[in-house]
């Protein structure tokens, strides 16, 4: 660059000195070819950095951190009178991201995850009943403190004229979804069904976008599972069935008929409309064989269930349609332009499998064992609709930071798939009768440190709101409860305050 600059000097004099020699008029002409031949020398170098710049970047890693330390404070009251409480529970969780992206078209994202209590016990794991490292949930939950992958997928893009396509494989981003990540303080959602599905699986998606003709359109079709029916390894490989020694009683991972059998999920997803202000998302699924607590003893006296055993129950459907505003109107003021409003309204609806037997001990009652036909969902062997309603408003403040408001109603019988939810008292999204909440968050050091105050209040109409799908998802009012001899969880409140590092 110096030498093309000095170049550039002398042809100047030498033009102002000697422009009316020819002699030197034809050695400033050489000169000038000179400078452009080095001019167009430096540009094929600064392209050739550019383009080895551009394959080291490819050929990286990119990492992100997401460290979150929080204090809850929570309370639960049951139907009797009952208090539990915890004043202090400290847990660190810990989100390390990854990328990479060999070419324009294609792109691998993971997630690496713990999540655990201050000073978590030996036997802090397998407790709950083991639904604590249910797959469902094992980086939501408090564990222990080695590293899980919560995310591991590959993301091909396409496009076909005007219409793009994307193509996904493998653990999929189904947690913190559209609206969910408004309370999460996350400024872009992790999936779009944040009312209905809230939980980790392995799947698969197709999506075909359509944005070319209607801002922000596109329609997807998702396939997960989320449980699978297979022995485990067997201690002899080559054992024979039936052979009285060693080995296991099938071959290697193979269907197991004394398990549940495999849980998957299909749905589509459409956006119909989303410029960037107003936005509209839907969604439908149904979730296929999916598993529930079913009695297994009945005590005699009260009626009530001693003994439970994990089975299948049936097939559950679920739809969602929500409206989001980031920003009210346009340019009234700065208040209104940096408040978001939001409204989303649900639905789910059982398909019980009424042609399954299952044997119930009735000694209690001088009954013996008996079989009982069908597999009721939610404590009923008709088919169940419930339904739910979510309002929430995020609004500045006079700090820089964000204050939120959001009231959730449930219904009797409504049921979604969000026992992810990162509420510690349990899914508010999922209570059958009334939640409230109210956050701010605040940032404290730009957009990499910052800390927010939450407060959650549940307050269950019904019982079964956190359950799975069999027995003990059944609704029941508090007295009728507290007629078989239950003490519910009436309400439950939580007190959070966390500090977040993200780069």
């Not at 922000?216 to 002899?236: D, I, P, Q």
Request: hydrophobic share 35%; proline share 3%.
């Amino acid at each position: 660059m110096k030498k093309i600059v000095t170049l550039s000097a002398i042809a100047f004099l030498s033009t102002a000195a000697f422009a009316a020699d020819a002699d030197f008029q034809k050695q400033i002409d050489e000169l000038n070819q000179k400078i452009e031949q080095l001019q167009q020398a430096n540009n094929k170098q600064d392209k050739k950095i550019s383009e080895v710049n551009a394959q080291s970047a490819q050929n990286n890693i990119k990492f992100n951190i997401d460290f979150r330390t929080a204090y809850d404070n929570l309370r639960y009251k049951t139907a009797s009178g009952e208090t539990f409480s915890n004043d202090a529970l400290y847990t660190n969780r810990l989100w390390l991201g990854m990328g990479y992206a060999p070419t324009d078209d294609m792109l691998f994202k993971g997630q690496l995850a713990y999540n655990k209590a201050f000073g978590a016990s030996y036997g802090q794991r397998g407790t709950g009943f083991g639904f604590d490292t249910f797959d469902w949930v094992i980086n939501e939950n408090l564990t222990d403190d080695a590293l899980r992958v919560r995310e591991a997928y590959w993301l091909w893009n396409l496009r076909t004229g005007s219409i793009g396509w994307t193509a996904s494989i493998g653990r999929r981003p189904s947690t913190n979804g559209f609206l969910s990540n408004l309370r999460e303080d996350d400024a872009k959602a992790k999936s779009p069904m944040g009312h209905v599905i809230n939980m980790e699986f392995d799947g698969a998606s197709v999506a075909m976008k359509l944005d070319s003709y209607v801002p922000g359109m596109y329609v997807k079709l998702c396939l997960g599972r989320g449980l699978t029916n297979a022995t485990g390894w067997a201690s002899e490989a080559t054992k024979a069935i039936g052979s009285p020694v060693g080995g296991s009683s099938q071959p290697n991972y193979t269907k197991d008929g004394n398990n549940l059998d495999n849980v998957d999920m299909a749905g589509f997803i459409f956006v119909p409309y989303d410029n960037g202000q107003y936005s509209v998302e839907t969604t439908w699924y149904r979730g296929f064989n999916v598993p529930g607590l079913y009695a297994t003893s009945i005590d005699g006296a009260t009626g009530a269930p001693t003994a439970y055993s994990m089975r299948n129950g049936g097939d559950m459907d679920g739809a969602a349609i929500s409206f989001k505003a980031d920003g009210i109107g346009e340019g009234i003021n700065d208040f209104l332009d940096e408040t978001t409003l939001f409204a989303s309204f649900a639905m789910s609806k059982s398909h019980p499998n009424i042609g399954i037997t299952r044997a119930v001990d009735m000694s209690s009652m001088g009954m013996g064992t008996i079989n009982m036909t069908g597999n009721s969902m939610l404590g009923s062997n008709e088919s169940e609709t419930g339904t739910s309603i979510w309002l929430g408003a995020v609004m500045p403040n006079l700090t820089g930071g964000k204050f939120g408001l959001e009231y959730n109603h449930g219904s009797k019988y409504w049921r979604p798939f969000t026992y992810g939810e990162d509420t510690m008292i349990g899914s508010k999204m999922a209570t059958r009768g009334n939640a409230y909440e109210a956050y701010w968050s605040q940032p404290i050091i730009k957009d990499v440190f910052s800390m927010q105050i939450r407060y959650t209040y549940l307050d269950y109409k019904y019982t079964g709101s956190n359950a799975f799908f069999g027995d003990g998802g059944t609704p029941m009012t508090m007295s009728e409860a507290k007629a078989m001899g239950m003490d519910p969880v009436e309400t439950a409140q939580d007190i959070r305050v966390y500090f977040r590092y993200r780069y």
